[in-house]
């Protein structure tokens, strides 16, 4: 019912595992980003989807649509804002054939590459991931920089849930007006609150013997080379048909 | 009001934590809830105020079955409250004022709320200005206990009051769930305190493996220790 991030990695069973992922993970956003056709950022879609859901199943994978919301707004505005031959006019706004390929193009580059990389965040512990990268030779100061970002976002979602939770039970949302008021009590609180658990998560972890190196356990073996190297294939075929 | 949990089953994930329960809190009384860590206690107290919801089996408010009624559960939430166990998970607003005022604000009973004589009932005058986040462990226990009175709730269910406060402030506690009592609140509350169930409680109940695996109006020291818990904590002393 309940599972969090960490529990959905530990038990998570993907056909590739070890930094042979995080290496295949990220040489396929680099295709997918780039991607010269929609069919080829449907093909890596796809292809992930189905890992990702062999490694976790389809529930923790509805976390997906979260960055996708966001992307919402952003599109919203790309729709009215490009120019071109009209197709449908709201009153000052007018929606053009430039704008509409644009958000598609968006849509599915952006979409594609969040399911890329959901394979690897919903089936590899942060740990891991920042052990290869470490050991790839991006600089520790990117990769602490990484971890910080990583542990302040991880940290919003968990304020954010604890306080609805705590809202509910003293009747936060039983009617809009209240929905409304605690929605703005819980946003202006939630800053103060995730700076205040980050600078203790710090605290917590320089007592432990952090000194701007966060300890990291890369799985030693890779596993899945075939596939990998299979999936490669395929993406780099579709670019050159 | 009572509180009635019929053979209620709940599990996170993979792990089952009631399995069949069995327990009734009945009106104008203080009962206790014993259980060793991670018996189930707080998931057995959470489904009285509705965050949680039993997996199969009844849980009943006066009677009455909680279901997913929007109506219902916020007559529920506003005569049923709950103080949760850690106060950082009840705490929500920047100041001690904004966030005893939350409740009463929601269940439209703001005007009739003295938000500082409430604050002075837990020990806490003038601190309304303060940001919670701020505070001591037992500071902010109080503060979301005082989140929780300005409701003026008919039962009031405590996950483990007294963890984390000093011997002054558990004794403190003794007093305003007396008080509490004389006003005509019932009260739910856990503890792995025995010495404290057995001063505060009418009744005590024991969580273990899942079921209720004993009640009585007192609890003796054997049947304690074969059930794990801790008999010293209050009495030694
Ligand atoms: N959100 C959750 N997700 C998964 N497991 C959980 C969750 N909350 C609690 N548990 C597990 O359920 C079991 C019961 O937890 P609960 O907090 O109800 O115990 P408790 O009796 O209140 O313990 P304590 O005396 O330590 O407060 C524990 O094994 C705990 O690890
Ligand atoms: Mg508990």
Do not use: C
């Not at chain 1, 290496?23 to 956003?29: D, S």
């Not at chain 1, 490009?82 to 006019?89: V, Y």
């Not at chain 1, 050991?135 to 306080?163: D, H, K, N, Q």
């Amino acid at each position: 019912m309940h599972k969090t991030l960490e529990g959905v990695q530990q038990s998570a069973t993907p056909a590739i595992r070890g930094p042979l992922q995080v290496y295949l993970v990220v040489l396929a956003l680099g295709l997918t980003v780039t991607a010269p056709s929609r069919l080829a950022q449907v093909i890596a879609a796809a292809v992930f989807l189905g890992l990702a859901i062999d490694a976790v199943g389809v529930r923790p994978l509805r976390w997906l649509a979260v960055p996708v919301f966001f992307l919402i707004p952003g599109l919203a505005i790309i729709l009215v804002t490009t120019p071109g031959h009209g197709l449908i006019e709201f009153g000052p706004l007018t929606i053009t054939q430039g704008g509409v390929k644009t958000v598609l193009d968006t849509l599915t580059r952006s979409g594609a590459s969040i399911i890329v990389l959901g394979f690897l965040i919903a089936s590899t512990p942060v740990s891991t991931v920042i052990a290869t990268l470490r050991r790839a030779g991006l600089p520790s100061v990117l990769v602490e920089l990484l971890l910080y970002v990583y542990r302040a976002i991880g940290t919003v979602f968990v304020e954010a849930e604890r306080m609805q939770t705590a809202a509910k039970a003293r009747v936060g949302y039983s009617n809009r007006r209240a929905k409304i008021r605690t929605t703005k009590l819980i946003a202006s609180t939630l800053f103060l609150r995730t700076i205040d658990r980050v600078t203790h998560l710090d605290e917590a972890m320089r007592a432990r013997g952090y000194a701007g190196k966060a300890p990291a356990t890369a799985e030693a073996e890779s596993h899945g080379y075939g596939l990998s190297i299979g999936i490669l294939a395929v993406l780099l075929g579709v670019r050159i048909l | 009001m009572t509180l009635v949990a019929e053979d209620v089953r709940f599990a996170y994930a993979d792990r089952d934590v009631l399995q069949g329960v069995d327990f009734t809190a009945l009106e104008g009384e203080v009962t206790a809830l014993l259980g060793p860590n991670g018996a189930g206690k707080s998931t057995l107290l959470k489904h009285f105020n509705g965050l949680l919801r039993p997996d199969s089996g009844r849980i009943l408010v006066d009677g009455n079955r909680i279901t997913d009624d929007q109506a219902q559960l916020r007559e529920i939430r506003s005569r049923v409250g709950f103080v949760f166990q850690n106060p950082e998970n009840q705490l929500l607003a920047p100041t001690v004022r904004q966030d005893v005022s939350f409740g009463p604000r929601n269940i439209d009973t703001a005007d009739e709320v003295d938000i500082e004589a409430t604050l002075a009932r837990v020990g806490l005058d003038g601190a309304g200005n303060r940001h919670p986040h701020t505070m001591s462990n037992g500071e902010q226990k109080r503060v979301a206990l005082a989140g929780v009175l300005a409701m003026d709730p008919d039962y009031i269910v405590m996950d483990e009051p007294t963890a984390g406060l000093d011997g002054a402030g558990a004794e403190r506690f003794v007093g305003l769930i007396e008080e509490l009592v004389d006003a005509g609140v019932s009260i739910l509350l856990s503890t792995h305190h025995v010495g404290f169930g057995k001063a505060v409680a009418d009744r005590l109940a024991v969580l273990k493996g899942g079921q209720i695996v004993y009640e009585g109006d007192t609890i003796g020291r054997d049947t304690a220790d074969r059930y794990g818990l801790r008999t010293w904590a209050l009495e030694r002393r």
